[in-house]
């Protein structure tokens, strides 16, 4: 077990709807990042979180946003769900510093 | 910028027989490179990672990756695979400056039979 937690496992929005997503990780980890892993690929970086500000940024829009808590949890949300959102959403986090990243089993999103 | 490119989409071997999981990677620096798996409805797993000390790098469950600067190559090998190899690997580069913000390649599928 990774000690990082995803929720909901599965969820079902239509287009135009908003999303957001959860993850938990382990006491320490204290940078937090996104991925996005399309259907057949590998997954892309959305965006890292460290000391519950944004620390970078892939290429994505900026209905993409998220938010980083104190209790280490975290939060990705997606405004204006489109068709293309639909995905498996991965939360990773590490110790400050370190390389090794611990994700967790992600949220399969579908946009209908 | 830095990518990788896996080669193979998919690979099948018997069980028993040695495993080659081949990645190609681009980088303006020298990279710090990784191997993750990926089990149905588990989370990503780092196998390995290479950060310029040894060329050669042992992993876990036996897996093991070269480095060659010359061939721009970070190949995944197994001597002999087992049932519970089967999975999604991804070739990753960590993005330049960017400490652990990663660049996965499109993945392998590596399916074991009997």
């Known amino acids: 077990e990774t000690g990082v937690t995803q929720s909901p496992t599965h969820l079902i929005k239509t287009r135009g709807q908003q999303v957001t997503l959860r993850c938990s990780s382990q006491?320490?980890?204290?940078?937090v990042s996104w991925y996005q892993q399309a259907l057949g690929q590998g997954p892309q970086f959305i965006f890292q979180?460290?000391?519950?500000?944004?620390?970078g940024r892939g290429n994505f829009p900026p209905r993409f946003s998220g938010l980083q808590f104190p209790n280490y949890s975290s939060e990705l949300n997606v405004n204006a769900l489109e068709l293309d959102d639909s995905a498996l959403y991965l939360c990773?986090?590490?110790?400050?510093?370190?390389?090794?990243?611990?994700f967790g089993s992600g949220t399969q999103l579908s946009v209908l | 910028a830095q990518s990788v490119t896996q080669l193979d989409s998919h690979v099948s071997v018997s069980e028993g027989t040695p495993v080659l999981l081949r990645c190609n990677y681009s980088?303006?620096?020298?990279?710090?490179l990784f191997w993750y798996v990926q089990h149905p409805n588990k989370g990503l797993q780092l196998l390995l990672k290479y950060t310029s000390a040894a060329t050669l790098v042992k992993g876990i469950n036996g897996f093991e990756a070269e480095f060659k600067k010359s061939e721009t190559s970070f190949h995944l090998t197994k001597p002999s695979a087992h049932m519970s190899d089967a999975a999604e690997y991804f070739c990753v580069v960590s993005i330049t400056g960017g400490g652990n913000k990663l660049t996965f390649g499109t993945g392998t599928q590596l399916k074991v039979e009997l």
């Open positions: 006491s320490g980890h204290n940078t």
């Open positions: 990773a986090s590490s110790f400050p510093g370190e390389e090794k990243l611990f």
């Open positions: 979180y460290y000391r519950e500000e944004e620390n």
């Open positions: 980088s303006s620096y020298s990279p710090s």
